[in-house]
């Protein structure tokens, strides 16, 4: 499986048409997100699955977290009660779409680890920023760092069954500067 590993920072900087060199300046609005804001779900239902320490959201859910926006078909929320609900992890389904600012990415499937600040979205992934975009089968985004990692097709270990792939290969598509005449 072919890989391609650049930080945000470097990939925001070639999504916007600079181009400084990988580790310089550009920062994306995912890098250092605030995940100890707290979490807000709405959604046309919810199922609470107390035993388990779950909440299962279906129908035009979106949960919002500071200035990041997660929307899909159907979000189950993993909690640990400790006198009060601290969400741990956040698995959703059904067109996903991750929005900050000024990055979108979507995907089939997302999954965002609240302790190890990592969001991983599965499935035809797209990430967006102005009019251009990459493209693949897994993208991992490291919230601390900025570090992103985009995968090519082939389904991954772990991946749920029909996950869709790019035919094995990590493509991007990118504006340039335009001369004016």
Sequence with gaps: ??????SVAALAS???GGAPAIGQGATSALKGHNTNAPVTVAS????????????IFSGNVVATQASMTLSAARV?????????IQIQRIDASGGVTVRSPSETARGQYAIYDLNTRL????????????ESRVQGGRLVLDLDSGRAVMDGGGRTAGA????????????G???VPQRRN
């Excluded at 969001?119 to 102005?130: F, H, K, W």
């Design 44 to 55: 046309d239902r919810i199922e609470v699955q107390d035993r388990a320490d779950r909440a």
């Design 160 to 171: 749920p069954a029909g996950t869709q792939t790019t035919g094995g290969r990590v493509t």
């Design 119 to 130: 969001i991983t979205l599965l499935g035809g992934v797209t990430l967006t920023r102005g």
């Design 173 to 175: 598509t990118f504006t």
């Design 1 to 6: 499986m072919k890989r391609l590993s650049i």
């Design 76 to 84: 189950t929320v993993a909690y640990a009660d400790t006198g009060g």
């Design 14 to 16: 070639l999504l916007v």
